[in-house]
């Protein structure tokens, strides 16, 4: 079955840099690539999402590109700012099965 | 994207009694999806709830310790079963969004805490 390993899995950064998370699958039938955004006390927000067909995403300030070879994907997100402090979930499903396999997670701590 | 409502949000639970969670979604959808969440950790699919039918579990969930109910596509309940200080987590609807490109969105999530 499908595997999502991410890394790192704690991150601090100063108000205005990048952040990058990266995260890998086993599974070559996975297609769909989300992240959520998990911040305390609420459920899991979609934040962005990829699938197989393109290679790069970008909304704003936050971009997801996948290297379907290498089969792994990454959540960029540029200018960071406190309110960016969450926990991040990257997840790989293929299509037709909608079952999510979820990444760790990381915990992202933006230092004002 | 639709908008889902959880309820508990919250709840402490004593050991050996059972709990319903209730999720409303504000519009019809073809499937709906119970996670689990331990303390701190990752989001694990507990079952898919199928309208009309009985809902398929994954491997290490079975239908005695958490029965679910989907009477209509847009209501879900998930029963947590005689419950035990493991079954502490959040627990999460979702549903998948046709009209968002296929996209699976969460509720808040039910926080329970067994004691």
């Known amino acids: 079955g499908e595997n999502v390993e991410q890394h790192p899995s704690t991150l601090s950064v100063q108000e205005g840099d990048s952040a990058v998370i990266k995260c890998t699958y086993s599974d070559s039938a996975s297609n769909y690539f989300p992240w959520y955004k998990q911040e305390l006390g609420k459920g899991p927000q979609l934040i962005i999402d990829?699938?197989?067909?393109?290679g790069e995403k970008k909304d704003q300030r936050i971009a997801v590109t996948l290297n379907k070879t290498a089969k792994h994907f990454s959540l960029h997100i540029t200018e960071t700012q406190p309110e960016d402090s969450a926990v991040y979930f990257c997840?790989?499903?293929?299509?037709?099965?909608?079952?999510?396999?979820f990444g760790t997670g990381t915990r992202l701590k933006v230092l004002a | 994207s639709a908008v889902i409502s959880q309820k508990p949000s919250r709840d402490i639970c004593q050991r050996g009694t059972s709990l319903t969670i209730q999720c409303q979604v504000d519009?019809?959808?073809?499937?709906m999806f119970w996670y689990r969440q331990q303390p701190g950790q990752s989001l694990t699919l507990i079952a898919t709830?199928?309208?009309?039918?009985?809902?398929?579990?994954e491997s290490g969930f079975v239908i005695d310790k958490f029965p679910i109910s989907r009477p209509n596509l847009t209501f879900s309940t998930l029963t947590v079963s005689n419950m035990s200080p493991e079954d502490s987590s959040i627990y999460l609807c979702s549903v998948l969004d046709r009209a968002a490109g296929n996209t699976i969105y969460f509720g808040e999530g039910s926080w329970l805490t067994v004691v």
């Open positions: 519009s019809q959808v073809t499937m």
């Open positions: 990829i699938r197989s067909n393109v």
């Open positions: 997840a790989a499903s293929s299509s037709g099965t909608y079952k999510y396999i």
């Open positions: 709830a199928n309208q009309g039918s009985e809902a398929t579990y």
